[in-house]
């Protein structure tokens, strides 16, 4: 159901506790479903610089019995924690009634940007991951490696977790946090060991310099490239794409923004050896894992679907809720 009367707001707060992991999962494996089903509004990605950080605007939308358009305009600005006490994401999505143009909602986006990112992962895994125990290694240390833990959770049987970065402070911190939070073995160690000891590897640090390198990488492990959005970010080893089944969120935007920008850039593979995007391996249009030793690389660079899906998910949940602001932007 779709209201055209007033343009609710959403604050963090006020859709925080209406939302678990589960249902972030559910709305991100249905907007890449209606993807791959051509249900959605075309989507578009701007990136651009800023003197102190870098902004992406993301735009498209989703076709059904209610259907949405909208964007999210995010900042990344990494100094803004120690700098001004403010979070080092910052931004609002705009949703819209595809129907007529309705601007239906504003949300807040650095909390749904964070969980969708996460989501998206464990949809993938459903997919990609190693049929076994997992062994999980989580390269990074902040909110979005904490959501990575969260989603994986949901969807795999984890043995373990190692978590690696390069500063030891964060990692302990994050650690400590992490261990009270979940009943699960998580240990430290450094960023070598632990890839060799895992089957599956999260990379969500803003990187531009490749850290993982390809024969830390045995067979049979699925890595979520999360961290490389934009243009000269980089955590992998060009090199691992080579034998790697490479799987998008969107096949357009990894191989412009996404981690397999870098060997497309140094000549190593082409646009070709893109396997596929994640609502094609969700609906059967390509495959998914065919064989226990296969490398799979799952590049994560975000996409508006994601984030109107869940947008459009909480709208609907909280569309009777009258503690939610509203304006009239056109009295």
């Known amino acids: 159901m779709i209201k055209n009367t007033k343009t609710r707001l959403f604050t963090r707060s006020s859709y925080a506790k209406c939302m678990d992991m589960k249902d972030y999962i559910e709305a991100v494996a249905y907007a890449h479903r209606a993807h791959a089903e051509n249900n959605c509004i075309e989507t578009n990605l701007i990136h651009a610089d800023a003197p102190r950080g870098e902004y992406h605007i993301k735009t498209g939308g989703i076709l059904g ?16 924690s120690s700098r001004y006490g403010l979070p080092n994401i910052l931004g609002i999505i ?67 977790i190692t ?3 390069r500063n030891e402070a964060k990692l302990d911190k994050f650690i400590e946090r992490i261990s009270s939070k979940y009943h699960i073995k998580i240990i430290k160690d450094t960023i070598e060991k632990a890839c060799r ?40 080893d060009p090199e691992i794409f080579v ?15 996404g981690e397999t920008q870098n060997p497309i850039s140094l000549g190593i593979i082409n646009k070709d050896k893109v396997h596929g995007d994640l609502g094609e391996v969700i609906t059967g249009k390509v495959s998914g894992r065919l064989t226990d ?29 009258n503690e939610i602001e509203e304006i009239d932007f056109f009295n």
């Open 65 to 80: 019995e209610n259907s949405y358009y909208g964007l999210k305009a995010n900042g990344g600005f990494f100094e803004n």
């Open 94 to 160: 705009y949703l819209s009634n595809a129907d007529n143009a309705y601007p239906i909602g504003i949300f807040e986006s650095s909390l749904i940007s964070q969980m969708r990112t996460a989501a998206a992962t464990a949809v993938a895994a459903k997919y990609l991951m190693p049929k076994k125990p997992i062994y999980l290694t989580v390269i990074g240390y902040g909110k979005q490696a904490e959501a990575q833990i969260e989603a994986m959770l949901c969807v795999a049987n984890i043995q373990q």
């Open 163 to 165: 978590i690696a970065g």
């Open 197 to 236: 000891g895992a089957n599956i590897i999260i990379t969500c640090t803003p990187a531009k310099d490749f850290y993982i390198k390809k024969e830390w990488i045995k067979e049979g492990t699925f890595i979520a490239a999360v961290g490389a959005d934009s243009p000269g970010k980089n955590e992998l």
């Open 243 to 257: 034998n790697a089944k490479i799987v998008g969120d969107i096949k357009s935007q990894i191989v412009a923004v």
């Open 293 to 321: 030793d296969e490398i799979i690389i799952y590049d994560s660079t975000g996409t508006a679907i994601q984030d109107i899906a869940c947008a459009a998910y909480i709208y609907e949940k909280l569309i009777d809720n």
